[in-house]
């Protein structure tokens, strides 16, 4: 680290998150297996050699009535390092110069989701009883996979940087079918163990209502690699409280083009 620059490296282990799964009482569909869903998150939630990006960061603090109290911007650098399924951790690293401080620490919730959903999914494909598995309601319609937390931990806000201290609650993948392959779309979550108080700059003491993220993929082909691999392309952290709602909204994009093969990116 410069003096005109700070970086944070995170370290997400598999046992964070670890926490008991329950699926719907309808039971899994038999129209996708969860054995195809495995092989497609083996394929798109894997290692890949470190990846610079480019993070937008932008973020808005609104009262209870919805009046605008704080909107800010910035951005920073974010070095992915994959989700590193087979060591059960994923890692990152964020830097952003000494004026852009506050943009860092916002954007760590988001940062956090992206390696978060590939950990999560991989997990929970193993747990018992199994996923719930919603088919599409019509053709060109996605397929839903979600899966419910019990036994939740209290919810914990870590206030200096805005994301939890546990990952506890319900997760949902959206994925749709090209000819024989699984695409991942989209990925969100909510959190249990709510309400629970906080302190959150520009909003002070709260108690904590809601805590959601929402993430949107992009399929990238990386050079020597025929294997497709996601990307983020946006995540939306939306922290709800009694006095007021913080959305913080990640936009990512590779820091250099030639770095990635082809991008597609997924409506």
């Not at 620490?105 to 956090?112: C, D, T």
């Not at 319609?141 to 806000?157: D, G, S």
């Amino acid at each position: 680290m410069n003096r005109k620059a700070f970086a944070q490296t995170m370290l997400l282990l598999g046992t964070v998150f670890c926490c008991a799964v329950a699926a719907s009482q309808t039971g899994p569909s038999t129209d996708v297996s969860l054995d195809r869903l495995s092989k497609a998150a083996k394929v798109y939630f894997r290692d890949t050699a470190e990846l610079p990006m480019n993070i937008a960061v932008t973020t808005v603090v609104t009262d209870a009535a919805g009046k605008l109290k704080r909107q800010s911007q910035g951005s920073v650098d974010f070095l992915f390092h994959g989700y590193n399924p087979r060591s059960d951790k994923g890692t990152f690293t964020v830097s952003a110069g000494i004026f852009k401080r506050g943009a860092m620490k916002e954007s760590m919730g988001g940062n956090n989701a992206v390696v978060f959903a590939g950990l999560m999914l991989r997990d929970g494909l193993q747990a018992t009883p199994s996923p719930e598995i919603l088919q599409p309601a019509g053709a060109g319609q996605p397929f839903i996979v979600r899966l419910n937390a019990t036994q939740c931990q209290a919810f914990k806000l870590k206030e200096s940087s805005l994301f939890p201290g546990n990952y506890c609650g319900r997760w949902e993948y959206r994925l749709t079918e090209s000819g024989n392959d699984l695409r991942f779309e989209h990925f969100s979550f909510d959190s249990a163990g709510l309400p629970t108080q906080a302190k959150i700059a520009y909003l002070g003491d709260v108690q904590v209502l809601g805590f959601h993220f929402d993430e949107d993929f992009q399929q990238a082909f990386l050079p020597g690699d025929a294997k497709p691999f996601l990307l983020p392309t946006q995540v939306v952290t939306t922290i709800t409280t009694d006095r007021g709602t913080v959305t913080i909204t990640n936009q990512y994009a590779p820091r250099d083009e030639k770095a990635v093969f082809q991008i597609d990116r997924i409506p």
